[in-house]
């Protein structure tokens, strides 16, 4: 199985189901087992984020996907305090190669979301993974990408309840970016499956 991990921080939810629904899309694709991750605050005393068996599952998957609400122009401080946890995977490239895309809510349409999936990027790019964008235009007839996002997924949440929004239509622009990354993530280990074959036999 190609397994994708899904790790983010929600604050009242919104992301939550936004995450949701990256899932759903991600575990439409044969053969790829999903981790939806959520950032516990219960993991973080005087600002540091501990859980070894959290970092261990991201080791073990070929696709991780960030996501967190964008807090004052960024994502939230529980998402970075996860992300400085991840140090020491950083000095043994361990995730190099990984496969990585992001997604993120706010409150207002553009709300400097796209700085939050900035720092996503940046954050993978330090760890040599490989981002996997949207890929979709904007403002189809079926609602994906009505926010004009291609780095990642983006929603509009407000002040409704997390059962209202993010909308249907953001729900699958998250659904879209899951599956993408998830098909991309299978193809790659198919790939290195028949390399490795190949060279067992020369």
Do not use: C
Not at 2 to 9: D, G, M, P, R
Not at 121 to 136: P, S, V, Y
Not at 149 to 168: H, I, L
Request: no cysteine; proline share 3%.
């Amino acid at each position: 199985m190609t397994a994708v991990s899904i790790i983010y921080f929600s604050g009242s939810g919104h992301t939550t189901k936004l995450a949701e629904a990256v899932r759903k899309g991600a575990a439409s694709v044969d053969g790829v087992n999903v981790n939806l991750i959520a950032i516990s605050g219960d993991d973080i005393t005087k600002g540091r984020f501990a859980n070894d068996a959290l970092l261990a599952q991201l080791d073990a998957s070929e696709a991780i996907i960030f996501g967190s609400p964008t807090y004052m122009g960024g994502p939230a401080a529980q998402f970075k305090a996860f992300a400085d946890a991840t140090g020491e995977r950083w000095f043994k490239s361990a995730w190099r190669d990984k496969l990585s895309a992001g997604f993120t809510v706010s409150s207002s349409p553009s709300g400097d979301k796209f700085s939050t999936l900035q720092y996503f990027h940046t954050f993978a790019m330090q760890h040599g993974m490989i981002w996997i964008g949207l890929g979709e235009m904007p403002m189809q007839s079926n609602g994906v990408n009505r926010l004009g996002g291609y780095s990642g997924a983006t929603a509009q949440a407000g002040f409704d309840s997390p059962e209202v929004a993010p909308s249907v239509e953001d729900k699958l622009t998250g659904e879209v970016l899951g599956q993408r990354v998830a098909a991309f993530a299978a193809k790659l280990k198919k790939s290195s499956r028949q390399t490795n074959s190949n060279s067992s036999k020369q």
